[in-house]
Every structure is written in C-alpha cells, then in structure tokens.
C-alpha cells in the first residue's frame, strides 16, 4: 500500500519549534518532488514549501521565509519541515504530499493525513 504519513505536530507556544516528518511506504521518496500544505481553521489548504527531486532546492512561501526549513533524507525515506519562531498564524493541519516529477509542481499524486500543529499561549 502506498502512502504519506506526517508526524511530529502538536501544541506549542509562540516562539517555539517543531520539526515535522513526512515518511512513505510502498514507495521511495527520492523518486519524487515533495510538498507540504497547511489548512487554517476556515481556510483554503495553501502550500507552504517543497523540495525539488533531483537537486534538493527548497521552495517557500513568503509568510515563512528564513522560519521554516524543509529537507530530505532519502536513506531514511523521510522529508522534514523544520519550524522554527513559531506564531499564531502557522496554527493548521500540515499536510504533506508526493509529485513524479523532478521540480515542485502539481498535481501532487499522494496525500498524506496530515498532522495538527497548534500555536497557542
């Protein structure tokens, strides 16, 4: 069976860190782009970062810039967030997901169930 399985959320206070993973089985991760996603309370999912395939370059969206990191370790068939100065606003279900193609683009072909991550004073 193939599938994504994000671990590593939960409750933290402002400032914070959490380091998140996105490990597969039935498949190897080094053969794909990597992503991960987070949806707000009573918001859209929106991509946050993602890794390329071939050369590990990493891609951001502006709210998290020089905060998170993301990277992969394909020994261990695993891609991680790295969240760091966490805020209120990164509150959401993380989400990672799998693409077969060498550079970050859609659409992604597995999902992982996500994982909650809850920042909170």
């Known amino acids: 069976q193939l599938q994504l399985v994000e671990s590593g959320g939960g409750l933290v206070q402002p400032g914070g860190s959490l380091r998140l993973s996105c490990a597969a089985s039935?498949?190897?991760?080094?053969?794909?782009?990597i992503g991960w996603f987070r949806q707000a309370p009573g918001k859209i999912r929106e991509g946050v970062s993602c890794?390329?395939?071939?050369?590990?370059?990493?891609y951001y969206v502006d709210s998290i810039k020089g905060r998170f990191t993301i990277s992969r370790d394909n020994a261990n068939n695993t891609v991680y967030l790295q969240m760091n100065s966490l805020k209120f606003e990164d509150t959401g279900v993380y989400y990672c997901?799998?693409?077969?193609?060498?550079?970050?683009?859609?659409?992604?072909?597995?999902w992982g169930q996500g994982t909650q991550v809850t920042v909170s004073s």
């Open positions: 997901a799998a693409v077969a193609k060498d550079y970050c683009s859609g659409p992604y072909d597995y």
């Open positions: 039935g498949f190897t991760l080094d053969h794909y782009a």
């Open positions: 890794i390329n395939r071939t050369d590990g370059r990493g």
